[in-house]
């Protein structure tokens, strides 16, 4: 259930990291850059924070993953060269992927003992590690300090596998349940500007 859900997250932060790097016009290798920042970084973050090696320096599938991405997406291009960031697929693949390794990472932390504020913060710097080193790296406002929702989305989805864990409910439907539930939030959020109340 975790390589699914880990895969599914990896596929997804691909396509949206690969977006904006076309974005941002970047060469070749600032693709790739950006493309395995977005996909593997918040998997990174979190297998060092419970003290694991990186599931992607022991494991070949997430790089291999990544990579067809890239090939797909340059040779068939299936987007708009304009507004990308603001594109269904963009949202999309981007909503997928926060909801995935914020399920990845509560599973993860759930399954190295930690208590609710530990599995909280590790399913959110999985699912939000990535994108924040890219844009950092890219010059570029990252985007959870742009929505007030997104970072809550992956909150959420933690709290709701922290449930299923107590209740003894986690199983491959549950967990497919969950994924869709917060995609679906993310992606209602973003299209009624949703926000967290300014203090």
Do not use: C
């Amino acid at each position: 259930m975790f390589e699914i859900i880990e895969y599914i997250g990896v596929i997804a932060f691909a396509i949206s990291g690969f977006l904006v790097a076309a974005r941002h016009e970047l060469d070749l290798l600032g693709v790739f850059i950006a493309t395995f920042l977005t996909a593997l970084g918040g998997g990174v973050l979190r297998d060092i924070l419970i003290d694991k090696t990186p599931y992607s320096f022991t494991h070949s599938q997430p790089a291999l993953i990544v990579l067809s991405v890239i090939v797909f997406m340059i040779i068939f291009r299936p987007y708009q060269k304009s507004n990308l960031e603001e594109s269904s697929i963009f949202l999309l693949s981007d909503s997928l992927g926060l909801s995935s390794f914020s399920i990845s990472g509560a599973m993860l932390a759930i399954k190295s003992g930690f208590n609710l504020t530990g599995i909280l913060t590790v399913g959110f710097i999985s699912a939000v590690g990535g994108g924040i080193i890219r844009d950092i790296i890219i010059n570029e406002v990252p985007l959870i300090f742009k929505t007030g929702f997104y970072g809550t989305v992956s909150l959420l989805v933690g709290l709701v596998i922290y449930i299923l864990y107590l209740t003894d409910f986690i199983n491959f439907y549950t967990l497919i349940a969950t994924l869709i539930f917060g995609t679906t939030i993310r992606v209602i959020a973003y299209y009624k500007a949703w926000s967290l109340p300014k203090v």
